[in-house]
């Protein structure tokens, strides 16, 4: 989670963004971040979009 989480931190504003692009039916509220929260934020993408997590986390990543 390391990899998420470092990406998270510095780029959280851009991921955001791209979350929501990828992602519509996101709210504001599904993406509260907090550091060190990063599987409850994964956990409310997965369960909001019926992604699994790997592939949550996989698109992360790839921002």
């Known amino acids: 989670m390391s990899a998420i989480s470092d990406k998270l931190k510095g780029n959280w ?4 963004g791209k979350l929501k692009q990828q992602y519509g039916e996101l709210t504001d509220d599904d993406l509260a971040y907090a ?3 990063e599987d409850e ?3 409310r993408i997965q369960k909001k979009t019926g992604q699994s997590k790997e592939e949550v986390k996989k698109f992360i990543d790839s921002i």
């Open 13 to 16: 504003n851009m991921v955001k």
């Open 41 to 43: 934020l994964v956990g």
């Open 35 to 37: 550091e060190g929260q």
